[in-house]
């Protein structure tokens, strides 16, 4: 009876184990059919976007975490993709970049990943420190000027923002604005300007510029003269509260901040006005494709419209910088566009950010605070 | 054998009680614990190892306490938040007792609205409370620009409100609100008859506050001191928006400003901060505890009748009211109303002979655009109502245990008080780690979020309740089980109803909190799941200070509306909020 029960469960087993390699055999040649993740995210042939389409409509949706303002920006992004691709549903989740590569980070560590894109300012370096950035082909960097471009493909630039200084102008004359860094030194300056600490786009940003374009020993010199200045430190709050705070009369002149939020203040009447210097910081938000992403086909689609002629037209209506170089910025911030002011820029792209930013904050440390 | 010796105290429970609610307390113990031990964990990990790129947590280290002790700025801090704290506490203890006592010990008229306006002023996101204060007290603001006219014009500007005075006024105005909300629960069910008969024995009204209210309601005082205390200990708005302007450093911001690494994260420091004040939290409360040994001498909600009566002030009546009103204006109808005035300029240049010229709505245009609020006003409401629904009835219940002294329950105080000192941000980050390791799919659910939020209110319920239960005479519980009542129709049957007024407060209360936390859900929440605080945070990142103002109006008015609706229900049912 016993020996019976015995051969009747080897059979039971035999039978198991036969369907599960029946399974395996069959689940590996669908997947040798469907190509991996990797494949797809590198695809470069001339049937590329009629796949993605195919495999997008498999998958259904995608997932971005994005750091674009949702009512202006996120939205219309997300209208115009679903016009296009009604079949994928797309869904989004805002937060500062930080965040964002935090939240996807944890969920690639537990294997739970919900994040097919993220994008934000210090997104994509961010991603790749944390290794969670994998790399892809998209055809429509290909109009975007080299140097904002990452030849590993590990993020793609989104959109662009330079840097500079608001002034009050009921309290800064118009022949006193200063032009260049050399006139912050001025002594009328002392203790009337402040800058934004606690972000790599703040304090770090604007001493990692001139570190680059100076070299250092020229950069620390200034900075040793820079320091007597008595620079507010402004904590917590954006870029924008601090140019609100200029406006306010608070302070005279805010440094580093972006360049168009004056300007569009002062169209609204506002004392306030922008000055870009020679050389403007530029910095890049970034977009790069997860790890173990579920959507990676509908994934493909998102960044490319988002890089589309299309998708940088909606950011530049939501007052962004494109990157293509043939969609225009907004015709009323254009003035701060470093070629058409004809002031050099500096591009500080997402690897020299990583690379000055701590050495940065330490001379802040030693010197500002 | 040695003779076994009992507690002499003649109202100690039986044994078989004990036996009885051992288990309740293990229960809730545990309860707890599972809610608080995995981001007090994080918490400690995170302040003992370095962290990776990708928030894992690498080495090994004591470089955080390290650099935590040998700051250059740790002495100049610590002094400076030793000052904030006290001022802060003394300020909000000051205006919001005064309050109480007006509203619920005397017979001024009006009296009755200043819960309208406590809750009014909770309702304003605590961010935007400093700013109004900010746009109120700064170089441009209308008081500057008062003294300016009084005085002539001086260089720079009379109050720098960019100073350690500005950060205690702002910060002890701010909480206002909530002492005289819990000092108004400790009031409302104090036993006036000591009071009247200190006056019969020819006692001034002074003399009376001194000896019988202020000794009487002292538990409950020492309570919120030390809940002021801790919350000015780890606030980040006010020394961040306020001091760090005037160069003012308190421990939060020395942090703050020591965390390099600008653009990778590291909580390495503030779990440090956040662990020692773990333990000073930890004795302190170990402390109020055994002050709170003697609890019975305070207790005034006894078997005989304790409604309190409210005290004729005669003439004094309308001084009274006016002590209020000039109570409301400074907490509530000033920076309301600033935030009023910034929400309808195109952009905000001071109170100015202009800017009154330059009306409009666009700001409140742009908020209300199409779309703005899709979905995420069911979703806050939600989190709010769930969140105050979890914390009200296990605080209640914590602090009842707590204060009976059941076996082992002061550990419940201890553990639900805990969450106070975590920083906003660790703990998000904490429960973010432990919902997407879950191997259920609660990551990224409302749910999710609901549970966090609960954590992070615990302690607030905890004190509130505490407050309420604190003062109810065991006699009464007594009474009802010498008739046959089991323990558990005890609490549902007197205590509750007992302390029914004060936890209906601390509910709305703890609504309010939960709506307009926005770091702590924003972490949590998933793709799609909208809720309000997302809004807002992108107002806060790349809004105007004018279209954030609108926000805030807007808020205020539907927390208002929220508010209103639930006073009345609650009065309805008796149960005075």
Known sequence: MIERAGSHRLRALRSTVLSTLACAALLWADGALAQSPEDILMYRGPDREQKLIEGAKREGQVVIYAALIQNQAMRPIADGFGKKYPFVKLTTWRADSEDIVQKAAAEVRAHNVVADVVEGTGAGEEAVEANIAQPYYTPAVAGFAPAYRNPTGLWAPTRLSYYGTAYNTKLVAPDKVPKSYEELLDPQWKGRMAWRIGSATGTPLFLTNLRIAWGEEKARAYFDKLKDQKIVNFGAGSARTLVDRVIAGEYAIALNIFAHHPLISKAKGAPVNAQVMDPVATTAATMSVVKGLHHPHAAMLLADYILSKEGQGILARAEYFPVDPDVAPLPALAPIVPKIAGVPENFVGPDKLIKYTDSSEDIYQKLFR | ?577
């Open chain 2, 1 to 577: 054998m040695r003779p076994v010796s009992f507690p002499s105290s003649t109202n100690d429970h039986d044994g078989w009680a004990r036996l009885r609610m051992s288990p309740l307390v293990a229960l809730i113990a545990a309860i707890l614990l599972i809610l608080i031990l995995p981001p007090t964990l994080f918490l400690i990990d995170t302040s003992l190892h370095t962290t990776k790129p990708d928030g894992s947590l690498g080495a090994f280290t004591l470089q955080y306490y390290r650099q935590l002790f040998t700051s250059p700025y740790l002495a100049a801090s610590l002094r400076n938040t030793v000052i904030y704290a006290i001022g802060s506490a003394v300020v909000a203890i000051t205006l919001g007792s005064t309050a109480a006592l007006i509203v619920e010990r005397t017979n001024a008229p009006g009296r009755g609205y200043a819960f309208l306006a406590a809750i009014l002023s909770l309702g304003v996101p605590h961010v935007l409370y400093v700013v109004a204060w900010l746009l109120l007290l700064g170089r441009a603001g209308p008081v500057n620009a008062l003294i300016g006219f009084i005085g002539g014009a001086a260089e720079g500007p009379a109050l720098d409100v960019y100073s350690i005075w500005g950060m205690i006024v702002i910060e002890g105005v701010g909480f206002a609100p909530l002492t005289f909300l819990l000092m108004s629960a400790v009031l409302r069910s104090t036993d006036a008859s000591f009071e009247e008969a200190a006056m019969m024995s020819g006692a001034g009204p002074l003399r009376v506050f001194r000896a019988i209210t202020l000794r009487m309601g002292l538990p409950g005082i020492l309570a919120l001191l030390l809940l002021i205390f801790i919350r000015a200990f780890e606030s980040f708005e006010v020394p961040a928006l306020v001091g760090l302007a005037g160069n003012v450093s308190v421990l939060t911001t020395d942090i703050y400003q020591s965390s390099k690494n600008a653009s990778l994260p590291s909580y390495g420091e503030s779990g440090a901060y956040s662990v020692c004040l773990l333990l000073i939290v930890v004795l302190l409360l170990i402390w109020h505890h055994r002050l709170s040994v003697h609890a019975r001498r305070f207790q005034t909600i006894t078997g005989k009748g304790y409604r309190p009566r409210i005290i004729d002030l005669g003439r004094a009546r309308l001084a009274a009211t006016l002590v209020l009103a000039a109570t409301f204006v400074l907490v509530t109808a000033l920076p309301v109303g600033m935030l009023v005035f910034t929400s309808l300029q195109p952009f905000y240049e001071g109170l100015t002979a202009e800017s009154f010229a330059r009306f409009t709505l666009d700001n409140y245009a742009t908020i209300l655009a199409p779309g703005a609020f899709r979905d995420s006003i069911a979703n806050t409401l939600m989190l709010g109502i769930s969140t105050a629904t979890a914390v009200v009835p296990l605080t209640a219940l914590c602090a009842w245990l707590a204060v009976r002294r059941r076996p082992g329950a002061w550990l419940l105080d201890q553990i639900a008080t805990a969450p106070l000192v975590f920083p906003a941000i660790v703990m998000s980050v904490a429960f973010l780690q432990v919902f997407v390791n879950l191997p259920i799919p609660l990551y990224g659910t409302l749910t999710s979020v609901i549970i966090a939020s609960a954590v992070r209110f615990l302690p607030y319920g905890m004190r509130y309740a505490y407050a309420g239960v604190l003062q109810i005479h065991e006699d009464l519980e007594d009474a009802a089980k010498t008739s046959g009542a089991p323990p558990r129709l005890v609490f549902v049957r007197v205590v509750l109803p007992l302390v029914a007024a004060a936890l209906v407060s601390c509910w709305l209360f703890v609504f309010l909190l939960a709506v307009q936390n926005v770091a702590l859900p924003l972490m949590l929440v998933g793709p799609g799941t909208e809720i309000m605080a997302v809004t807002l945070f992108d107002l806060w990142q790349n809004g105007q200070v004018t279209e954030l103002a609108a926000m805030g109006v807007l808020w205020v008015a539907l927390m208002l509306v929220v508010s209103a609706c639930f006073h009345f229900t609650a009065a309805r049912y008796r149960l005075g909020v």
